[in-house]
């Protein structure tokens, strides 16, 4: 699999100009850093790229949703969209309402909760979980969580050790899209379906996940004031098809995160980019 990654990754580096991955906790933060990446399935041609921001590395935060369903779907332990429906249990103490409720693999990409997030992985243990993230080649591959705190299984794709660019989502997307990850055909399907679909106007049909959390200072230490927004996934219309990553990073802070404005200007951008 190391020869098929090698040659997915060159294709596309060689198309976008990638640049030295750089950490964003290794970065003086600039708040106008940012990054619009589409580029076509099937030939890897860059349709746009915008942003100075498309090689730095942040947390995936819950785009990392997106992979943990291929690892539930191959593991076994997801059985398709609605099966299982795993309980919520007071323990979890899920922050918002919506998050409160018995969840199955649908409702757990379409309300992003976390809690089914840390289950799943919990339930893959940290061997095969580690293994999956190594196969699929995902961003720097660290779980090792926050310092000293030795809480990787459950807590390292947000804002902590794991970190992806948005190049190497896109990257990603196109491996999953073109059935290169080393998964069954019948784990892509499923992951497929889970994902929340958005029609534009101009007939594309938009599948994506947001992701939103706050930066850590050159300290390590999270910095509530400063948050980033993702939105990554496809879109297809007519046999075509495009992947596509955005990163946004704001230094005001917003209610609720940037993951939904990340996402509005990301099908604004889709719907006249695309034809």
């Known amino acids: ?22 950490s964003v906790q290794a970065q003086a933060f600039d708040k106008t850093l940012a990054c619009m990446l589409v580029v076509k399935v099937d030939s890897g041609k860059v349709l746009t790229k915008e942003g100075e921001g498309c090689a730095v590395r942040v947390s995936p935060a819950s785009t990392f949703k997106l992979p943990l369903a291929v690892m539930g779907f191959e593991s076994g332990i997801l059985k398709s969209a609605h099966d299982p429906v795993w309980p919520y249990k007071s323990e979890y103490k899920a922050e918002l309402e919506f998050w409160r409720h018995d969840t199955d693999a649908a409702r757990w990409e379409d309300k992003s909760v976390v809690w089914f997030s840390r289950e799943l ?8 979980f580690q293994k999956f993230t190594d ?4 961003g720097n591959r660290d779980l090792s969580g926050d310092k000293g705190k030795h809480n990787g299984l459950t807590h390292s794709w947000i804002s902590s050790s794991l970190e992806i660019s948005p190049e190497e989502q896109v990257i990603f997307l196109r491996k999953l899209l073109g059935r290169q990850l080393p998964v069954s055909a019948q784990t892509t399907e499923k992951t497929m ?25 050159s300290k390590g230490k999270i910095d509530r004031s400063r948050q980033f927004g993702w939105y990554v ?43």
């Open 1 to 22: 699999m190391a020869k098929l990654n090698a040659g997915v990754t060159g294709l596309i580096a060689a198309s976008l100009g990638v640049l030295p991955l750089m």
């Open 193 to 217: 379906s889970v994902l929340p679909i958005q029609k534009l106007e101009n007939g594309w049909a938009v599948h994506g996940k947001t992701g939103s959390s706050v930066e850590r200072n």
């Open 233 to 275: 996934g496809w879109a297809e219309k007519d046999g075509k098809r495009v992947v596509f990553a955005r990163l946004n990073r704001n230094a005001e802070r917003q209610k609720g995160g940037m993951g939904v404005p990340t996402k509005n200007e990301t099908w604004a951008e889709l719907g006249s980019l695309l034809k």
């Open 135 to 138: 196969d699929f080649d995902y």
């Open 121 to 128: 992985t919990k339930k893959l243990g940290m061997n095969e």
